[in-house]
């Protein structure tokens, strides 16, 4: 098995390719080891230590490290983790991953959150993969709309400008209502 790895516009997160599925659809975010009960690869991951963050989505891993630690000392364990996972037979996740991602919204602008959900489905969201992210759906609220972003979008430090100059412009250009984007933490 060769795991190919990818940097990302986060220094602090690194995307894997183990080159297979690693989630048929879908994305599952483990922000901490207290919550990857449900992977069996997270919760190897999170085993080497020093991980802050384990996202797995279609085809890779993103993996968040902590600041204290260099690449070049956690990289070799992490593919191990990986390997060793692969290798082992185990599940990727138990259960089902999540789904589009989206919070549901059934007020009177449901329209308009339509076109939201569509232009992140379609524009934006095939974009952050690249990077080993995902950006989700919260809210619509008098103009302003609520994003959740995951993998190595979180704590970016060009998360705010791709939110801003990127995401913000494109749903103002295609949606006159949308005033503004923010980020929200889940």
Not at 81 to 100: F, K
Not at 153 to 179: F, Q, W
Request: charged share 20%; with cysteine.
């Amino acid at each position: 098995m060769f795991i190919q790895t990818e940097s990302t516009p986060n220094p602090a997160t690194l995307k894997f390719l183990p080159g297979q599925s690693v989630l048929g659809k879908g994305t599952a975010d483990f922000p901490s080891a207290e919550v990857a009960g449900k992977s069996p690869l997270a919760q190897r991951i999170f085993a080497v230590g020093g991980i802050y963050g384990v996202f797995l989505g279609t085809d890779f891993i993103t993996v968040t490290k902590g600041e204290d630690i260099a690449w070049e000392h956690i990289k070799p364990a992490i593919l191990g983790a990986i390997m060793e996972h692969y290798q082992s037979g185990d599940p990727v996740l138990i259960g089902e991953a999540e789904s589009a991602g989206h919070a549901d919204h059934e007020e009177a602008d449901e329209a308009i959150v339509s076109q939201i959900k569509e232009l992140l489905d379609t524009r934006v969201r095939p974009a952050v993969a690249q990077d080993g992210g995902d950006i989700t759906f919260h809210g619509f609220d008098q103009g302003v709309v609520y994003l959740h972003m995951q993998g190595a979008c979180a704590g970016c430090p060009s998360s705010t400008v791709t939110l801003k100059m990127g995401i913000e412009n494109l749903l103002r250009h295609y949606i006159p209502e949308v005033t503004e984007v923010r980020a929200i933490d889940v």
